[in-house]
């Protein structure tokens, strides 16, 4: 069952703290992305990767960390640097080449109390 | 000058008539083109894509490309209540997708 997973579902944090948000792919593409949607906001690249160990900051990668040392997988953190973390993260992967598409995984809800 | 545009709508059709939906892009060269569905509290989902000036068509829904006006646009024909969602372009550009801001479409019985 090939597929872009995302965990977990719904996360809470305190100010102050740090928390992974994880994104796992089984599709063998290339390319993972990372972008934050803020409610009636349209998506925002925060980082991208196209090769393993290699990564380039998007539009709003201050606050952020990523991580790329599996094909499958693209870690990301949300420090205590980010100072409005709450949003909807995505997760995102295609082959790499201009034709090829991009599909999301189904996002992670991070609410900062 | 954004580099992905949308009109920000909602965009109110009735059930059963077509909804088209719009975007422009600014730069010239780019040539893969997509839109996704967004139901709210959902992922995007990809719906179509198009690569090359003229018409793509998959069950109702059509995408169309104008290079030399730099646009796309995406028609959905005999629109359903269940179509009511956001609908995302998204312009390929060297390495990554440029998104618009997206269409909030409603279909009203």
């Known amino acids: 069952d090939g597929g872009i997973t995302q965990s977990p579902k719904y996360l809470f944090r305190k100010e102050g703290q740090n928390v992974t948000l994880s994104c796992e792919q089984n599709l063998n593409h290339d390319a993972m992305y990372w972008y934050r949607q803020d409610p009636g906001q349209g998506l925002r690249l925060i980082y991208y990767s196209q090769i393993v160990n290699d990564f380039q900051k998007g539009d709003i990668a201050e606050g952020y960390s990523v991580s790329r040392e599996k094909k499958e997988s693209f870690p990301l953190t949300v420090t205590s640097a980010q100072k409005n973390p709450t949003a909807f993260y995505l997760c995102?992967?295609?082959?790499?080449?201009?034709?090829?598409?991009?599909?999301f995984g189904p996002g992670t809800r991070l609410t900062v109390l | 000058q954004k580099e992905v545009e949308q009109n920000s709508g909602p965009l109110s059709v009735p059930e059963g008539a077509i909804a088209s939906l719009n975007c422009t892009y600014s730069d010239r060269g780019s040539q893969s083109f997509f839109w996704y569905r967004q139901y709210s509290g959902k992922s995007p989902e990809l719906i179509m894509s198009?690569?090359?000036?003229g018409d793509q068509e998959d069950g109702r829904f059509t995408a169309q490309l104008n290079k030399a006006s730099q646009y796309v646009s995406l028609l959905i024909r005999d629109s359903q209540p269940s179509d009511s969602a956001t609908y995302l372009c998204?312009?390929?550009?060297?390495?990554?997708?440029?998104f618009g801001t997206g269409t909030r479409l409603q279909v009203f019985p």
């Open positions: 995102a992967s295609r082959p790499l080449g201009r034709q090829n598409e991009q599909f």
């Open positions: 998204a312009v390929y550009n060297t390495d990554k997708l440029i």
């Open positions: 198009i690569y090359s000036n």
